[in-house]
């Protein structure tokens, strides 16, 4: 079953810097496009960034670009979202996701806590 681990969220001051990774399990990660979502208490999971199976084609929502950047590592099976210039209003929970499964359906894992604040 697919499995989806996400870690290196914590508490970072305004305009500090963050890596997140996820470690993937349970499909062929390398034919897989992922996805990176945030979640705030109240709210439905925004997308936030996605990225081709071999790392050649990015997509980010407006309100992070030029600021967060996703990368990954087929041999590694793992996935990362490095976070610089950080707000307040990225405060959230933060998962990993296959792109193409819908979101109903997808194998979340737990998230990792973002929390930007002084």
């Known amino acids: 079953q697919v499995q989806l681990v996400e870690s290196g969220g914590g508490l970072v001051q305004p305009g500090g810097s963050l890596r997140l990774s996820c470690a993937a399990s349970?499909?062929?990660?390398?034919?897989?496009?992922m996805s990176w979502y945030r979640q705030v208490p109240g709210k439905e999971r925004e997308l936030v960034a996605s990225i081709s199976s071999r790392g050649g084609t990015t997509n980010y929502a407006d309100s992070v670009k030029g600021r967060f950047t996703i990368s990954r590592d087929n041999a590694k099976k793992m996935v990362f979202l490095q976070m610089n210039s950080l707000k307040s209003e990225d405060t959230a929970v933060y998962y990993c996701k296959r792109a193409w499964d819908s979101n109903g359906s997808a194998s979340w894992g737990q998230g990792t806590q973002v929390t930007v604040s002084s």
């Open positions: 349970g499909f062929i990660f390398s034919l897989s496009a």
